[in-house]
């Protein structure tokens, strides 16, 4: 099956099928989106906010594992709202709540 729309991620023209995820458009190509929640096999929860990525025209940052592409998308996966994402994630994990060593 052919892809049947172009839309641009970080600026390249990348194809992909009405209506496929973001992410899964971005990992075909090979364009690193970081996630914790998405897994291709399981069904999508957008919990975890770590896929965020910037939408021309949309503004907030959107998961890409839950937005669907339409044609002419413009997508920036190195945006503000996934640098504070992965920040907050950094700090949870470099210095977890103080008792969780004694579970
Ligand atoms: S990977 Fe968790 S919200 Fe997208």
Redesign the pocket.
């Known amino acids: 099956m052919m892809a049947d729309i172009e839309i641009e991620i970080d600026g390249k023209v990348v194809h992909g099928y009405s209506g496929e995820s973001l992410?899964s458009i971005a990992d075909r190509e090979g364009i690193d989106i970081p996630?914790?929640?998405?897994h291709k096999k399981l069904s999508v929860?957008?919990?975890?906010?770590?896929?965020l990525v910037d939408i021309e025209g949309n503004p907030t940052p959107q998961?890409?594992?839950?937005t669907l592409s339409s044609a002419g998308m413009k997508v920036h996966t190195n945006n503000e709202g996934q640098n504070c994402t992965k920040g907050c994630y950094g700090v949870f994990v470099n210095q977890p709540p103080t008792g969780l060593s004694n579970l």
């Open positions: 992410i996630r914790f929640c998405y929860a957008a919990n975890c906010r770590m896929c998961p890409a594992c839950s």
